[in-house]
């Protein structure tokens, strides 16, 4: 299989690169995650400017039409960088959502407003017994005269204090494991009944848990009446997490490359500690772990739009599991040979190593990916 990226693969992953070494310094990442939104608007508009909003937007919408790769050289970058603006959420997992449900109208609506930069749209399905099953959705959507009622809780939901509105999934049937009965529900971020409690996560970024007291929605506010909507889900979060998988490689990259050169720099007994041979094994072992999660994430994107629904979830969990253990073995180890200096938030290692561990956290964790891929065996 050739691994080689394409002339136009290569420049867009070289003008993200550069892009974010220009503009998105430490110290700016800093500014932003201490200012009112935890993003920048303005960055955000930059990103437009770009393109890059636009990257998973088909091209009848005004998008660049382009797939899994390239969204992962973009958030290889992202992860070197540490974006604190919301381009998974908003310009990965909603327009896969909005395709993958097939409902034309909205999607002529929403999806060349993504494209521009214009509208932040936020996917709403996580809830508080959620740990990865995305058929566990026990927020209700009642019928009520020509609309609905809804009524529920969702569960740290990703940057959802920046979202003009929601893709919220209800069920309007059955039990809260169903596979049937979900359905996913337009709700502007200012619906009377709706409540926002916002919060800074682990690894600095805006999270929000939603509450949805009798939220009125008129029925033209579903989304996708006659699709497979658990399955146009489990499409959409496949892409997103080998989106997700990405961003962890490019965090791992420069995790390695920070601490090289800070053993290159710190000297004990008379010597730089890249001297110590017992420090060298570490960092080879924290390269081969690297490695190993960047395989994985080119699995990841080759197999996250396969038609084989088993096949894809085997690779996903499978990339999920390893990129999950590196990311934890590189963060803990680099933490251990910067000493002290390495939890503090001076340094950028400490803010790498939070974000590897809300990753492994993130739609599914390792030891649910792994009995995941165990059940699919």
């Known amino acids: ?77 992202f992860g070197e960088a540490l974006l604190l603006e919301p381009y998974l959420e908003a310009a990965v997992l909603a327009p896969a959502l909005l395709q993958a449900l097939g409902d034309a109208k909205v999607a002529s609506e929403l999806l ?33 005269g020509d609309g609905y009622v809804l009524q529920g809780k969702k569960s740290v939901i990703m940057h959802a204090s920046a979202a003009h509105e929601f893709l919220l999934t209800a069920r309007t049937s059955g039990k809260a494991t169903d596979a049937a009965g979900v359905r996913v529900f337009r709700v502007p971020s200012d619906a009377a009944g709706l409540t926002i409690n916002s919060y800074r996560t682990l690894d600095g970024r805006r999270a929000a848990d939603l509450e949805l007291d009798r939220v009125r929605l008129p029925s033209e506010s579903l989304i996708g009446a006659d699709s497979d909507t658990l399955a146009a889900l489990e499409t959409a979060h496949h892409i997103s997490l080998s989106a997700l998988c990405a961003e962890a490689v490019g965090i791992m990259k420069a995790v390695n490359a920070a601490t090289i050169e800070y053993t290159k720099n710190r000297k004990q007994f008379g010597q730089p500690l890249s001297r110590f041979q017992v420090l060298q094994h570490r960092m080879v072992d924290m390269f081969i772990h690297a490695e190993q999660a960047l395989s994985m994430s080119y699995l990841a994107a080759i197999k996250c739009q396969d038609p084989d629904i088993n096949e894809r979830r085997r690779a996903l969990s499978a990339a999920k599991v390893v990129i999950g253990r590196a990311g934890r073995f590189i963060g803990q180890q680099a933490i251990q040979l910067h000493g002290g200096m390495g939890m503090t938030d001076e340094l950028i290692v400490s803010h790498y190593f939070k974000r590897l561990t809300a990753i492994e956290l993130t739609w599914g964790d390792t030891d649910f990916h792994l009995q995941q891929f165990a059940g699919l065996g």
């Not at 430490?26 to 935890?38: C, N």
């Not at 770009?50 to 970058?77: K, R, S």
């Not at 930069?117 to 019928?143: F, W």
Request: charge should be negative; hydrophobic fraction near 40%.
């Open 1 to 77: 299989m050739d691994f080689t990226f394409t002339d136009e693969q290569q420049l867009l992953a070289d003008t993200v690169q550069r892009f974010v070494r220009e503009h998105y310094s430490f110290e700016t990442r800093r500014e932003i995650a201490a200012s009112e939104h935890g993003w920048s608007p303005a960055l955000w508009q930059e990103l437009a400017n770009l393109g890059l909003t636009a990257l998973n937007v088909p091209q009848e919408h005004g998008g660049l039409g382009a797939g899994p790769v390239e969204t992962m050289l973009v958030m290889n970058a």
């Open 112 to 144: 060349p407003a993504i494209a521009s930069g214009e509208r932040i749209v936020i996917v709403a399905h996580q809830e508080p017994q959620t740990r990865g099953e995305l058929n566990m959705v026990t927020t209700r959507a009642e019928k009520n």
